[in-house]
């Protein structure tokens, strides 16, 4: 059974940085699909970025991320990072992280297994 733990969320200015990470227990994250996914009030859970955890895959971006954000990942593979430059306002949102066996695309919240608590970040201008 995985389970994920985000932290690094927090409240930073419009065009700050944040540095969200991952923990996954339970099992080491081998040949995962993983993702970050976030949701404002009001909104439907979106993907921010995925990837599989074997190496030299690139990951898949949101529009939204592209340019801005970074998904990588520790060797040991127990840890997903989210590294966010010149955040704006409409960043702010729950913050998930989440994993599944396989990756079924196009990218939907309802195809990922497990999920961790979120972690909040807020941009304000």
């Known amino acids: 059974q995985v389970q994920l733990q985000e932290s690094g969320g927090g409240s930073v200015q419009s065009g700050g940085s944040l540095k969200l990470s991952c923990a996954a227990s339970g099992a080491i994250l081998r040949h995962y699909c993983v993702g970050w996914f976030r949701q404002a009030p009001g909104k439907e859970r979106e993907e921010v970025a995925t990837t599989y955890t074997d190496d030299n895959t690139t990951p898949h971006y949101a529009n939204s991320a592209q340019g801005r954000f970074t998904f990588s990942q520790d060797n040991a593979k127990t840890t997903l990072y989210l590294q966010m430059n010149s955040l704006k306002p409409e960043d702010t949102a729950l913050y998930y992280c989440?994993?599944?066996?396989?990756?079924?695309?196009?990218?939907?919240?309802?195809?990922?297994?497990?999920w961790g608590q979120g972690t909040q970040v807020t941009v304000s201008s």
């Open positions: 989440a994993a599944d066996r396989v990756c079924r695309w196009p990218i939907a919240a309802k195809n990922f297994g497990y």
